[in-house]
């Protein structure tokens, strides 16, 4: 199985796994405020600060003692990040 871990090491997987999180939801942050969509962008980016927290807290500590406590602590927030970019998405004008 190569998994992001066994492909490249504990180290280097934790912060490909912590950068692909934040830099998608920051960009998608990014896009909904580029189309207008302010609230949205803000929301995410308020949904984003509190992973970011954990993910220093827990993951980036140590992935493998932590990665309940983490899950538990920060997939809530990742959660509600996807139902608020989706919210977006279905009240977009600007989408045909």
Request: aromatic letters at 14%; charged letters at 10%; hydrophobic letters at 55%.
């Amino acid at each position: 199985l190569q998994s992001l871990p066994v492909a490249f090491g504990v180290e280097a997987a934790k912060w490909i796994c912590v950068a692909s999180i934040d830099v998608t939801q920051a960009l998608v942050a990014a896009y909904l405020a580029y189309n207008g969509q302010l609230g949205y962008a803000g929301a995410l980016v308020a949904l984003i600060l509190p992973q970011m927290y954990f993910q220093q807290k827990y993951f980036l500590v140590d992935p493998v003692e932590y990665d309940v406590k983490y899950q538990a602590s920060a997939q809530p927030f990742l959660v509600l990040g996807i139902l608020v970019t989706a919210l977006a998405v279905g009240h977009a004008d600007y989408l045909p």
